[in-house]
Antibody, heavy 118, light 107 residues
């Protein structure tokens, strides 16, 4: 059974950094692309970016709104995907979800809440 | 970016009703579209991929159709557990983009 568990969300001040983790199990992690999405309170869903699997070199793609500040990486030996967020802004306040992509994002974690406030 | 216009933004219906919601893409996306259901405080759940293929375990009262620029999600014989917010997601081009969501409420 596939499991995705995000962690690392917190209340942080603007300008600070945060690293989110998504620990996975139940599938051959290195073979699959993994995505991050976010959802601001009371708002819709937004794609943040994804990282391809080992076969495609673990390359990454990002939404324009986060390019340069967000970095997705993966540790295939531990089946974990990371989202590094730098120079946090109040607009980054959201629930952050990681997903396992099969055709489209199929499996979702429960999310981890990032609140950016002074 | 590919814009996804989802309508209606909200829908009021009764148990047993049939409802339909639509997503229109600003350019052709073949059938690279998924439908997601989200309940308050929960992560989204994928219902349909490839515009019309039901995920395993999803009741057959859910039906997706369409290709190119216009897509629909139909729910036949609404059940109490179906009241939620529904989103479409296109993955034909980057960035992936969602519709604004349709909130399905009990009448």
């Amino acid at each position: 059974e596939v499991h995705l568990v995000e962690s690392g969300g917190n209340l942080v001040q603007p300008g600070r950094s945060l690293r989110l983790s998504c620990t996975t199990s139940g599938f051959n992690f290195e073979d699959y692309p993994m995505s991050w999405f976010r959802q601001a309170p009371g708002k819709g869903l937004e794609w943040v970016g994804f990282i391809r699997g080992k076969e495609y070199g673990g390359t990454t793609e990002y939404a324009a709104s986060v390019t340069g500040r967000f970095t997705i990486s993966r540790d295939d030996s531990k089946s974990i995907v990371f989202l590094q967020i730098n120079s946090l802004k109040t607009d980054d306040t959201a629930m952050y979800y990681c997903t396992l992509n099969t055709v489209t994002p199929q499996y979702w974690g429960q999310g981890t809440l990032v609140t950016v406030s002074s | 970016d590919i814009q996804m216009t989802q309508s209606p933004s909200s829908l009021s219906a009764s148990v047993g009703d049939r409802v339909t919601m639509t997503c229109r893409a600003s350019q052709g996306i073949r059938n690279d579209l998924g439908w997601y259901q989200q309940k308050p405080g929960k992560a989204p759940k994928r219902l349909i991929f490839g515009a019309s293929t039901l995920d395993s375990g999803v009741p057959s009262r859910f039906r997706g159709s369409g290709s190119g620029t216009e897509f629909t999600l139909t729910i036949n014989s609404l059940q109490p557990e179906d009241f939620a917010t529904y989103y479409c997601l296109q993955h034909d081009g980057l960035p992936y983009t969602f519709g604004q969501g349709t909130k399905l409420e009990i009448k």
